[in-house]
């Protein structure tokens, strides 16, 4: 800990001001077609909220928190790209986000409520509103195929980040039956939502992600 009370970062570890291209690398390769330049700084919310393999099990109430971040990150980001986004399918997919995100978002408000679980603020969430903030900001700076480009490769990046949490984090620490059925039916959602992202991305790229 250093002498401002903060962990100090350990080697290799990444910055969330430095430029993210691990889990976003292989999507940004396959659109060197187009113009990616100013998207390539950007911090991708998901991926930069990386998971520390000694932090405790999330509760409940801590995953609820998380969901529910992740729905109104995804409803903010998909909500620009309809009014910035140029391509049809990419408008049509952001259209497509915000509708499904809101059912997401109203179904576990609904659980949450009736199982008596409120949502609890954690880094966890916490990191993914700040990151998703941040991508977002830099999203609005980006006008047509570049916007698209970016906003698409910001969607492969997220799905593929939230679907691994819920595999390896969310599902298994979840304790209430009817929270964690409604995981795992979030988690089908996201692995659609990844495949027609990947899929707008191949398009658009003439390659396969």
């Not at 390769?29 to 113009?35: M, Y």
């Amino acid at each position: 800990m250093s002498d401002n009370g903060t962990r100090p970062f350990r080697p290799g570890e990444l910055r969330h001001t430095d430029c993210y291209f691990g889990l976003m690398n292989k999507t940004l390769s396959r659109l060197k077609p187009f113009t990616l330049l100013p998207f390539l700084c950007l911090v991708s919310g998901a991926a930069i909220a990386a998971e520390d393999s000694m932090s405790p099990a999330l509760d409940d109430a801590q995953i609820a928190k998380i969901l529910l971040t992740a729905n109104d990150a995804e409803i903010d980001a998909a909500q620009l790209a309809k009014k910035q986004g140029e391509a049809p399918a990419v408008k049509n997919f952001a259209e497509k986000m915000i509708s499904q995100h809101k059912m997401n978002r109203d179904e576990a408000k609904k659980i949450t409520k009736n199982a008596k679980i409120n949502p609890k603020k954690n880094s966890d969430a916490e990191a993914l509103e700040d990151n998703a903030e941040s991508t977002t900001a830099g999203l609005k700076k980006l006008k047509g195929a570049a916007f698209d480009n970016g906003y698409m490769a910001q969607q492969v990046s997220m799905h593929e980040e939230l679907l691994k949490k819920l595999d390896d984090q969310l599902i298994p620490a979840a304790q209430n039956a009817e929270f964690k059925a409604y995981l795992q039916k979030t988690r089908g959602h996201v692995a659609t939502h990844l495949e027609e992202a990947r899929a707008i991305v191949n398009a658009r790229s003439g390659a396969k992600l």
